[in-house]
Each structure stands twice: as structure tokens, then as C-alpha cells.
């Protein structure tokens, strides 16, 4: 005699969904695609905020010694006038102290190139408001209309962004006098 064999349960064919499941599914999926484009969105923007922090920190180190750089410009610029003094002046002495401030200026403009301070030329040049600062105008046939005819104070860059603008005199043409 054979044993009976148990009865499994047989599946039941799957009932068809109905209006209100399929409406509910689409709902969920809507909100499903929803959900993922905000954190792609999200995923982008915090990627966007990582470079952006990276670069701000690159940045932020190279112009780190912009302010140091600007309490020394006065003292290049006093340097430049003490040789300009002294070169006028006669003797032995004048040409020793002559000499010595000319070693520590070479010496200070050094350092400061190699901290990537460059000097803005401006003489003969045309005005540029981005890099000059101009105190007045003079009338000259010497340099043409719109050009810096003489630079008061150098000016100075530091790699790429400007530090202070060049104080210059600009060039204007001569005011014509009508004789009668």
C-alpha cells in the first residue's frame, strides 16, 4: 500500500490588478523617480560644493601673503626714494650708502618676486582704470592723448590679482589757443 501522498497546495493563478492597485503602483513609481532625481541633483550640487571648497583653498593659499606684501610695499617704496637721494648727492660716503641701499632693495625685490609680487608698468603706456590710479593730467605732445605720462608710485600685482594700482599722471593733448 502506498502512502498517501500529501497534498500540496497548488498556486493559484495570480488575480489581474485592479484599477486601484495599478493607480497606486504609478503613484509610488512617480514618486520613486522623483526621489532619484533629487539625489542626482543632490549628489551633483555636493560635488559642485567639493570642487568649488577645493578650489577656494588652493586660491586662499596662494594669495595668503597679499597682506604682508602690502605693509612691505611702503618700505621698497622709501628704499627707491633713499637711492634716488642719495645718487644726487656727491662724496665717498653717499657712494658706500648708495651701494649698501642698493643691496637691500635688489635683496627685498627679490623675496618679493619670489613670492609672485610683480610690478605693474605704466609709463608711456595707455591709462588702464583696472591697473592704474589716475591723480591728474597733464598737457604734453610728449606721450599721446590717454597715455601715462608719468608714474608718481609703482604698482604692484600679486601673481594675477591686483595689490594696488600704479599712481600716474595721464596724458592729454594741449589746449588750443585761437590768436585773432
Known sequence: MSKPEAETP??????????EQIAELQTRAAKADENWERLLRTTADFDNFKKRAA????????????SLLQKLLPVLDNFEMALTAAQAAQ???????????????QQLKTALTETGLEEIEAAGLPFDPHLHEAVSQMETVEVPEGHVAQQLRK???LKERLL???????????????TN
Open 164 to 178: 594696488r594700482p600704479a599712481t600716474v599722471i595721464v596724458a592729454k593733448a594741449p589746449a588750443v589757443v585761437e
Open 55 to 66: 578650489r577656494e583653498k588652493i586660491e586662499a593659499g596662494q594669495y595668503a601673503n597679499a
Open 10 to 19: 497548488q498556486p493559484e493563478a495570480a488575480a489581474a490588478p485592479t484599477p
Open 155 to 157: 604698482g604692484y600685482k
Open 91 to 105: 662724496g665717498d660716503k653717499l657712494a658706500s650708502l648708495s651701494t649698501g641701499v642698493t643691496m637691500i632693495q
